[in-house]
């Protein structure tokens, strides 16, 4: 059997395992170029053409489909509890200590692990603003 025909059904596989362990899509356009090529292979063709029909129709898929997967994965964006807390006003529920790592604030309805942004103790009671998010703690300061 061709070796070619070996060398593209490897690429086949090395480049759909690529995509199989990416979150995004990466390598799928080069599955189809290394398809088409094991076509041109198993057809006879030489080496030149095959290296060509690979390259012409990685692109061409790429060209093709990538416009809408774009698209497609822009139109998924869901909003998470950052976006919505993110700048709002918090109420403290237990006092907030980043030397003893502790602190809590209640905020758009769910009580939140919290941390000084810059490291004063914020007792219970107080309103403070969110500057931002680390995991799943809150960075708050003090509302001037």
């Known amino acids: 059997m061709n070796l070619m025909i070996w060398i593209w059904l490897g690429a086949i596989v090395l480049f759909?395992?690529?995509?199989?362990a990416t979150a995004g899509l990466v390598s799928i356009w080069f599955v189809a170029g290394a398809l088409a090529a094991l076509i041109a292979a198993l057809l006879s063709a030489n080496i030149w053409v095959q290296m060509v029909v690979f390259v012409v129709v990685s692109a061409a898929a790429l060209a093709l489909t990538r416009p809408l997967v774009k698209k497609i994965a822009a139109g998924r964006a869901v909003p998470t509890n950052a976006d919505r807390v993110l700048g709002r006003e918090a109420k403290v529920t237990e006092t907030i200590d980043n030397e003893n790592s502790t602190g809590a604030v209640y905020v758009d309805g769910k009580t939140w692990t919290a941390r000084s942004v810059d490291g004063?103790?914020?007792?219970?009671?107080?309103?403070v603003e969110v500057s931002s998010m680390e995991g799943v703690k809150l960075l708050v300061h003090k509302q001037s």
């Open 120 to 127: 004063d103790v914020i007792p219970v009671g107080e309103q």
């Open 16 to 20: 759909g395992v690529v995509e199989a």
